[in-house]
């Protein structure tokens, strides 16, 4: 379904991505992980061109949506995408129940009077109660404002989710509620699901396949039981979490 090819992605002279391919299948949950900074959300915001790629190729369906010039185009495909932001992102002028159903009013043309049952169920995926529609944004814990962004990207029942960190900042019990959900909607209605996560335990679970992302490359692409069996250093060193080993992580930037 995504074929991601050669793609090269730099900020003036930051090479960020420098070589990557990628193969997202269709109705599976693939992670992607890797270092902090080291590209993660500049991938999956070239997927959807929230960021454009210096070179390469991102097909989607066949079609290489690089080279797509129109932004109705553009619009038409991203329609069957869902993506979530590491940062949230909801509107603080809007109720949650506002926010929830941000994309029905300006991507499909469900009437409003079925507003009210998609918030109240979406929430309810989410494990929130429908009283929270009334809230605002600023009411809410940091937990809960990234549950309500999740109810907002499955309003328009998406095919494509991409989770950017959807269970950082979650207790224990929330992010595998976040997991189960990922793995529901695969089994349930076919969602292909691109999820970035540092949490190995969320990772293990859900994945089909994972991609370790690393100086700007895939370093390692494989099942969850490839990933426990490798003996790639670099591999085994973040999915145990150590400070020692050949990934020399920097506090400072250069
Ligand atoms: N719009 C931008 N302009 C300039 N540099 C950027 C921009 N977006 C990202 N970068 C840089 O690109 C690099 C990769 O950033 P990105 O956010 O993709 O990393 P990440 O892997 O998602 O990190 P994290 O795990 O901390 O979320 C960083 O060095 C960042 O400073
Ligand atoms: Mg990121």
Redesign the pocket.
């Known amino acids: 379904m995504i074929e991601i090819r050669n793609l090269q992605k730099n ?2 002279e ?1 090479h ?1 991505l420098k070589n990557v391919n990628l193969k997202i299948e269709d109705g599976k949950v693939t992670c992607i992980l ?10 999956i ?1 070239c997927m959807i061109r929230l ?1 454009d790629a210096t070179s390469g190729q991102i097909l989607v369906d066949g079609k290489d949506i690089t080279k797509i010039d129109s932004e109705i185009k553009m619009a038409a495909v991203r329609r069957h995408f869902g993506y979530l932001f ?1 940062e949230g992102a909801l509107f603080d002028s809007m109720t949650v129940g506002e926010n929830v159903a941000f994309g029905l009013k300006y991507l499909t043309d469900v009437p409003p009077s079925d507003y009210p049952k998609i918030i109240r169920e979406k929430l309810a995926l989410v494990g929130l109660k429908e009283d929270v529609a009334k809230l605002n944004p600023s009411e809410l814990s940091g937990g809960m404002k990234k549950r309500v962004s999740l109810a907002r990207v499955l309003a328009v029942n998406p095919k494509v989710i991409l989770y ?2 959807p269970t950082t900042g979650l207790d224990p019990i929330m992010s595998d509620i976040i997991s189960d959900l990922v793995l529901d909607l695969k089994a349930k209605l076919g969602v292909t699901s691109v999820v ?1 996560t ?1 949490d190995m335990h969320s990772a293990f679970k859900i994945a089909d396949y994972i991609a370790f ?1 690393y100086e700007g490359q895939i370093l390692l692409y494989g099942t969850p039981d490839e990933f426990r069996k490798t003996d790639n250093p670099y591999v085994k060193q973040f999915v145990s979490g150590s400070s020692h080993g050949p990934i020399q992580m920097k506090l400072m ?1 250069e």
């Open positions: 900020f003036g930051k960020v890797g270092g902090s900074g080291c590209g993660k959300s500049t991938l915001k960021e590491q950017d960190e970035i540092h992302l930037r």
